[in-house]
């Protein structure tokens, strides 16, 4: 075993090398005695692992050989970092980078606040620097239209920090203790990407852990990388498929007193508005891909994404269109209040 650190870094790259340099960059400054950094180079084909090594060479390097998604890539630097006996995981993305003060802040808010055991700060756009991402977030509230109600994080930079109680943490940015894996499990790999931190954040709930936002801004998120390539479509179906995963593994997620029913039929209007949505823009792919993650998360199946017919799509599509097209029917924006 490694000697341990308290604190282990641990950010996850695929094809990313530019958006990695930065992040790297970022991070170089935030590190401080006491804390180690893990490149995880999830299956990576740009030369990520060797350019890493040559141009930060303070930064271990983690090789995956093959790219099972984000959660896999994740669960295999928290593997290192667990091992190596450290209390306390950061996990980043590369597509981000870092205030200065990022490891000083968090750390400062734990110690203050020890029964919070996933922590992260408030996140800026990056390309928006002054404007406020993702800070809290309350899950399947029963007043809210939807399922990711905000819950706003006041900057108020306190020292130490000040610490929101929320559902789920953004998994751009998290700092989990590494006694909560030890007791809930890794991220759940199966849903390759998407929602896999906010189940994460529920089971670490149901333990009886307390999951909280700092009031202190510390990191800009390039946002949506990983689906450059393919654009709104698979971040449909996954958000489609994922997010009915999530509240069936979790019963219907009711800690918020919103029964099983209503969640149900929530998850049917908030679908069939981002299917109108997507067909009003034109997108058709993403419109069906909200369709194809509907019923593969009917259906229990999991994993990457593949191409192949699906039974149920052409009905789903039917009735969501007789619906959408009905002189007084629902429009995509009523649908969704």
């Given amino acids: 075993m490694a000697s341990a650190s308290p604190i282990w870094i641990v950010v996850l790259s695929y094809n990313g090398l530019e958006d990695t340099r930065k992040c790297l960059a970022s991070v170089a400054s935030a590190v401080r005695p006491g ?27 983690h090789t995956v050989a093959e ?33 200065p003060s990022l490891v000083d802040r968090l750390q400062e808010a734990v110690v203050a606040h020890p029964e919070y055991a996933v922590v992260g700060p ?18 399947n509230a029963p007043d809210f239209h939807g399922f990711f109600q905000r819950k706003a994080v006041p900057l108020t930079r306190l020292r130490p920090p000040s610490v929101t109680e929320v559902d789920v943490v953004n998994g751009c940015c998290m700092m989990v203790r590494a006694d909560v894996f030890a007791r809930i499990g890794l991220f759940d790999d199966s849903m390759f990407i998407y929602h896999d931190e906010t189940d994460l954040c529920l089971r670490a709930l149901a333990a009886g852990y307390k999951a909280g936002v700092i009031d202190h801004a510390l990191i800009w998120h390039k946002g949506s990388a990983s689906f450059k390539s ?36 929530m998850y049917a209007r908030y679908m069939y508005y981002w299917y109108c949505t997507e067909r009003d823009e034109g997108h058709v792919q993403a419109a069906d891909a909200v369709l194809e993650g509907i019923c593969d ?24 269109e007789l619906l959408r097209r009905r002189p007084r029917g629902l429009t995509a924006r009523r649908a969704a209040r």
């Avoid at 006996?85 to 980043?92: H, R």
């Fill in 35 to 61: 804390v180690t950094t893990l490149l995880v180079d999830n299956g990576s084909t740009d030369g990520t692992a060797a350019a890493v090594t040559n141009e930060f060479p303070w930064c271990r390097v």
């Fill in 67 to 99: 790219n099972r998604g984000p959660a896999a890539g994740n669960n295999a630097g928290i593997r290192v970092a667990v091992e190596s006996g450290c209390t306390w995981i950061i996990l980043l993305n590369n597509d981000t980078t870092v205030d």
């Fill in 122 to 139: 408030v996140i800026y756009f990056m390309g928006d620097p002054d404007v406020v991402m993702t800070d809290g977030c309350v899950f």
């Fill in 230 to 265: 393919t654009g709104k479509r698979m971040a449909r179906y996954y958000d489609a498929r994922n997010l009915l995963y999530v509240l069936r593994k979790h019963g219907g997620a009711p800690q918020h007193g919103r029964t099983r029913l209503q969640t149900s039929v």
């Fill in 297 to 320: 998360g009917l259906s229990n199946r999991m994993g990457r994404y593949e191409e192949r017919r699906r039974l149920f799509v052409a009905p789903l599509r039917g009735a969501f």
